[in-house]
């Protein structure tokens, strides 16, 4: 008998194995990959960052290397070592989660779950009892309606086939310009495919600043990407190893065809509970086929909890991480704590796009009265020495307290530096606590700081 049973190997079930193995309890996680860390350190955050950063050292040697004084032949492009190097990168990763789930005395089931009741779960011909259940299984790309996924094919293709294609495309059209597909468009941009990215909505990365959404959009443009917005993608062929779309643009219905060697459909995620018979146990799930939870991660049905992609809130690995976690603790008597106030976005393009807490219009809407502390990049001594000078930070803190109510950086190190204003809003900082702290010089962080001045007496360097 297990105090605690993990169904899912991601972010979020890793972890919550591994915390509710540190407090004591004697657990196990059943994965149904081959391999553990889900679809993060499998198909997704991982192998994405690998190309990522591959693409990004290329485009440097294309770009700025000659303008350093470094001078040589032409970097060339080796797709399959390329590839190597991706699933070196994932494998050490994966493997690394083996070794905690050793260290911490977790056993992993192999095979897919299935709840038969409360405290049991059955994976393959074994029935495993349960004090308690966890369930996260993470999601999977949604489909969309006319077009038809192949990732063996190569021609129509998911985030997961994307980040496998057989060979370098010489075109390719994103459906949706969410954060997966400017990444995985990033990356074939530089490595030499013209993209076009398709998306509903009138602008690029729906739900983030708006300020940030038109000088992203500015800057991938210069990159070379093509953004058709407001468009609405109806079917898709493909003949002779090329595919074929319809759209329709929204603001006068008219009917577009495009033509691209490869097509990635980057429109989203949907939760993966199918198969764990959640319907016969009557868990309750919402109208977009979440599982329903409750403050403490429980659903409807004692002893069974879930997190993570297949519970509302954001699909990001920290959060469900955050969530694992928590609710380990809370299994484990302790006060488990999640503050979804506070969980950063980020964009791993160059530059990177991040974000913590309301943006400008949420802020607004809010009611409250706000004021803005805004820096650009150009007066930041280490962005210009590194030639990412694009960009800006702005902070945005409540007019009468001054506390931060949120960050929005678009530059270099954006992922990173989107911290310092976590670990203050946790705090409950004001804009002012942030001007008051001495930074190194010279950093990018520089700019965080010169942002929260900005909301107070002003800025040093614009
Ligand atoms: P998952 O990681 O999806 O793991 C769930 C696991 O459960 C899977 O391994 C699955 O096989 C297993 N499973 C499902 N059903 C069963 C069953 N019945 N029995 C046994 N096992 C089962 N997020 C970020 O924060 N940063 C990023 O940079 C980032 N980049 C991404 C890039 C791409 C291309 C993609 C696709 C996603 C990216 N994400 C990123 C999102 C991130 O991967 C997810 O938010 C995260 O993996 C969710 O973790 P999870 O533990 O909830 O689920």
């Not at 000659?66 to 060339?76: C, I, P, Q, S, Y």
């Not at 969309?144 to 075109?171: C, Y």
Request: hydrophobic share 40%; proline share 3%; charged share 20%.
């Amino acid at each position: 008998m297990y105090d605690l049973i993990v169904i899912g190997a991601g972010p979020g079930g890793y972890v919550c194995a591994i915390r509710a193995a540190q407090l004591g309890l004697k657990v196990a996680c059943v994965e149904g990959r081959e391999t553990l860390g889900g679809t993060c350190l499998n198909v997704g955050c991982i192998p994405s960052k690998a190309l990522l950063h591959a693409s990004h050292m290329l485009h440097e040697t294309h770009e700025n290397f000659d303008r350093m004084g470094l001078t040589g032949a032409k970097v060339k492009v080796d797709w399959r070592k390329m590839q190597g190097y991706k699933a070196d990168t994932v494998q050490g990763n994966t493997k690394g989660i083996e070794f905690l789930f050793k260290k911490n005395k977790i056993d992993w089931l192999k095979g897919w779950a299935r709840i038969e009741a409360p405290g049991k779960v059955r994976v393959g011909d074994d029935l495993h009892e349960t004090k308690r259940i966890v369930i996260a299984t993470g999601s999977i790309p949604a489909a969309l309606k006319g077009v038809e996924v192949d990732n063996a094919g190569g021609v129509i293709v998911d985030s997961t086939g994307a980040l496998a294609l057989p060979k370098i495309p010489k075109s390719m059209v994103v459906i949706g310009a969410g954060v997966i597909g400017l990444e995985l468009g990033s990356v074939y941009a530089r490595l030499g495919a013209e993209v076009t990215v398709i998306e509903y909505l009138d602008a690029i990365t729906p739900g983030m600043d708006g300020e940030v959404q038109k000088q992203f959009q500015k800057i991938l443009t210069k990159q070379g990407l093509t953004f058709v917005l407001g468009a609405a993608v109806t079917s898709a062929e493909v003949q002779k190893g090329k595919a074929r779309l319809t759209y329709t643009l929204r603001k006068d219905d008219s009917e577009h065809q495009i033509e691209a060697d490869c097509v990635l459909v980057a429109t989203g995620r949907r939760p993966q509970v199918e198969g764990l018979g959640l319907d016969d146990l009557g868990v309750t799930m919402t109208d977009r086929g979440f599982v329903q939870i409750d403050d403490h991660w429980a659903t409807s049905v004692a002893g069974i909890h879930a997190i993570g992609d297949c519970v509302p809130g954001p699909m990001l690995a920290h959060k469900a991480e955050d969530e694992g976690m928590a609710v380990a603790e809370v299994i484990a008597g302790k006060h488990g704590h999640v503050n979804y106030g506070v969980i950063p976005g980020v964009i791993y393009t160059t530059p990177e796009v991040a974000n913590v807490g309301l943006t400008e219009e949420a802020a607004k809407d809010s009611g409250r009265k706000i004021k803005l502390g805004k820096f650009p990049f150009m007066g930041n001594a280490r962005a210009k020495a590194a030639m990412q000078a694009e960009g800006f930070v702005k902070l945005i803190a409540d007019a009468e307290t001054d506390r931060i109510l949120g960050c929005h950086i678009i530059g270099p190190n954006a992922g990173e530096m989107i911290h310092e204003v976590c670990v203050a809003m946790e705090f409950g900082a004001a804009a002012e606590d942030l001007a008051l702290t001495c930074h190194a010089h010279p950093t990018t962080s520089e700019a965080v700081r010169e942002a929260a001045l900005a909301c107070g007496d002003g800025a040093i360097h614009v």
